[in-house]
């Protein structure tokens, strides 16, 4: 499946690219802060995609790599300067701190995500009714729900978008039986989470109570995965006092995808989430709506 361009995907094409070249050519990140008269950690933030590279240093930096074809250092200057344009995020920077803001830029850009979640409706999955019910738990500040809403609509253009990521979801029974405000609201959600599961990217898996303990109950988590290298990872850990974003550590990434994988093992599988949704809609004051009808 296709990726979205970003500037996020511009990014780590160009450091994975630049990584590539700096291997080819035998060279040390050492031996080229030298020969620029860098500090090498200059060197490693460019790599590890911490800083954005200018221009100018990228001119610099490529003879060292042997690069010296017209056509491969015009295109790398060119996602180089496509990696530094403003994305719909940047509008919101006085508002959330980076992490947050790289966090919307790597959802934005993964070709493919793995969301485990115990406790709430995964953001990208919540109706607005559930996001607001959601949002009003924590504040009472209605500029700042309305924001919050806000982007959440926003991040879910890539559910909309032709060439969009493929998306897998486990979800803790916990998280369909919990009513999130309140019946009306809560029905909405579970029939949308019944459509979603219909897109062709999309996969929504439910862990019921019956599976007893599982390695989920350690907390929520995503991964996120990109083409430019193997195991081109970043990970979001959910935690009480804060979330934690690892950005340049695939083997802890990778932990975290195998544990992704023993949930679904364990979880309903794929396409079988009605089963699970249906009693829980009986259970609701009104009932369950009939199903929809099948078409084709």
Same mark, same amino acid.
């Given at each position: 499946?296709?990726?979205?361009?970003t500037?996020?995907?511009?990014?780590?094409?160009?450091r994975?690219?630049?990584?590539?070249?700096? %291997?080819?050519?035998?060279? #040390?990140?050492?031996?080229?802060a030298e020969a620029l008269?860098?500090?090498?950690?200059?060197?490693?933030?460019?790599?590890?995609?911490?800083?954005?590279? *200018?221009t100018?240093?990228?001119?610099?930096?490529?003879?060292?790599?042997?690069? #010296?074809?017209?056509?491969?250092?015009?295109?790398?200057?060119?996602v180089? +300067?496509a990696?530094? !344009?403003?994305?719909?995020?940047?509008?919101?920077?006085?508002?959330y701190d980076?992490?947050?803001l790289?966090?919307?830029?790597?959802?934005?850009?993964?070709?493919?995500?793995?969301?485990f979640?115990a406790?709430?409706?995964? @953001?990208?999955?919540?109706?607005?009714?559930?996001a607001?019910?959601?949002? +009003?738990?924590?504040?009472?500040?209605?500029d700042?729900?309305?924001?919050?809403?806000?982007?959440?609509? !926003?991040?879910k253009?890539?559910? %909309?978008?032709? *060439?969009?990521p493929?998306?897998?979801?486990?979800l803790?029974?916990a998280?369909?039986?919990r009513?999130v @405000?309140g019946?009306?609201?809560?029905?909405?959600?579970?029939?949308?989470?019944?459509e979603?599961? !219909?897109?062709p990217?999309?996969?929504?898996?439910?862990?019921?109570?019956?599976?007893g303990?599982?390695?989920?109950m350690?907390?929520?988590? #995503?991964?996120f995965?990109?083409?430019?290298?193997?195991?081109?990872?970043?990970?979001?850990? %959910?935690? $009480?006092? @804060?979330?934690v974003l690892?950005?340049?550590?695939?083997?802890?990434a990778?932990t975290y995808?195998?544990t992704?994988?023993?949930?679904?093992?364990?979880?309903?599988?794929?396409?079988?989430?009605?089963t699970?949704?249906r009693p829980?809609?009986? !259970?609701? $004051?009104?009932?369950? $709506?009939?199903?929809?009808?099948?078409?084709?």
């Amino acid at each position: 499946m296709a990726q979205l361009e970003t500037p996020v995907t511009q990014q780590r094409r160009l450091r994975a690219e630049l990584k590539r070249a700096r %291997e080819q050519s035998g060279m #040390t990140q050492k031996e080229v802060a030298e020969a620029l008269d860098w500090s090498p950690s200059k060197v490693i933030r460019i790599e590890t995609g911490a800083v954005i590279i *200018s221009t100018s240093d990228l001119m610099a930096l490529l003879p060292h790599y042997g690069i #010296t074809d017209r056509k491969r250092i015009d295109a790398l200057v060119d996602v180089a +300067r496509a990696s530094r !344009k403003q994305a719909w995020w940047d509008d919101y920077r006085q508002y959330y701190d980076q992490q947050f803001l790289t966090f919307l830029g790597y959802e934005a850009s993964t070709i493919r995500m793995r969301t485990f979640q115990a406790l709430l409706v995964p @953001g990208l999955l919540q109706t607005k009714a559930y996001a607001d019910a959601i949002l +009003r738990a924590y504040t009472d500040d209605e500029d700042e729900i309305a924001r919050d809403v806000q982007v959440r609509s !926003k991040r879910k253009q890539i559910l %909309e978008a032709k *060439s969009g990521p493929e998306l897998y979801y486990v979800l803790d029974e916990a998280v369909l039986q919990r009513w999130v @405000g309140g019946p009306e609201v809560m029905r909405e959600q579970l029939l949308y989470l019944e459509e979603l599961d !219909k897109l062709p990217n999309m996969s929504i898996q439910v862990v019921p109570f019956t599976a007893g303990a599982h390695p989920g109950m350690r907390g929520a988590f #995503t991964v996120f995965e990109f083409p430019f290298e193997s195991q081109d990872f970043a990970l979001l850990l %959910e935690h $009480p006092d @804060g979330d934690v974003l690892i950005q340049n550590n695939p083997e802890v990434a990778s932990t975290y995808v195998e544990t992704f994988f023993e949930l679904e093992a364990i979880a309903a599988p794929k396409g079988e989430i009605s089963t699970i949704i249906r009693p829980i809609l009986e !259970k609701l $004051p009104g009932g369950a $709506p009939a199903p929809a009808a099948k078409t084709g």
